[in-house]
């Protein structure tokens, strides 16, 4: 655990240690690469050309949040598991997994076509908080690596200086990240409300989610007037 916990950058094909004293928050990211976590290989890999104008937030709902990087990283394997086995994808769909543990676990990468949001996939970064945000805010540690990774991304040249950060509901029929977490990346620079006619439109067939749904709450009767 110590010794993952120091690892650096050790993700395939950049594997650059980060700068020591940037004091923008990237120089403490930590990255684990897919072998790390046991990940399968992906059935196929197909890039597109950077950087990305979209940083796009998700929350798993399932798997729960992890504390440890071992529980962490069996839940990007139950991802990737549900990703290729059951929708038949050739990898996670997501770019990138955030713990509880604070780490950043290395799901397709940078540049790489993702499956996580339909219309997106080819201009985004795709990060999954793991866990289920609707009324808790994920703990400090998942929070600052989130926005380290977008830092480091940034300064490398994967993600546009100018993106977008949007949550997957402002572009899909879901509620993710979660009403806690998107109230959240709500204040943090970048974030950008789509007007209408940027917005998707759902109308469908579209590829199923990314992750499961929680069921919708049925809404309460009225009360009647006193
Ligand atoms: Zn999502």
């Not at 139950?78 to 050739?90: A, I, K, P, S, T």
């Not at 080819?122 to 989130?146: C, F, H, N, Y």
Request: net charge neutral.
């Amino acid at each position: 655990m110590t010794a993952l916990g120091l690892v650096l950058l050790s993700m395939m094909g950049y594997s650059q240690h980060m700068p020591a004293n940037m004091d923008n928050g990237a120089g403490t990211a930590r990255l684990l690469s897919r072998s790390d976590w046991g990940a399968r290989l992906p059935k196929s890999v197909e890039h597109f050309e950077g950087p990305a104008p979209y940083v796009i937030i998700h929350h798993s709902y399932m798997p729960g949040v992890c504390f440890s990087t071992l529980e962490c990283m069996k839940s990007m394997r139950d991802m990737q598991d549900f990703h290729q086995l059951e929708r038949g994808w050739n990898d996670i769909g997501y770019s990138f997994g955030i713990g509880g543990d604070g780490m950043i676990y290395t799901g397709r990468g940078f540049n790489v076509i993702g499956a996580h949001a339909p219309k997106y996939n080819d201009k985004s970064v795709g990060i999954v908080l793991i866990g289920d945000w609707r009324t808790e805010l994920p703990p400090k540690q998942m929070l600052d690596a989130a926005k380290n990774l977008i830092a480091f991304g940034v300064y490398k040249g994967y993600i546009d200086p100018t993106y977008k950060l949007l949550g997957h509901r402002q572009v899909r029929d879901t509620e993710c990240p979660g009403g806690r977490l998107f109230e959240e990346i709500s204040s943090w620079p970048h974030f950008t409300k789509l007007n209408t006619t940027e917005a998707t439109t759902t109308q469908a067939p579209v590829e199923p989610h990314v992750h499961p749904q929680p069921p919708i709450a049925k809404s309460q009767p009225a009360a009647p007037k006193a």
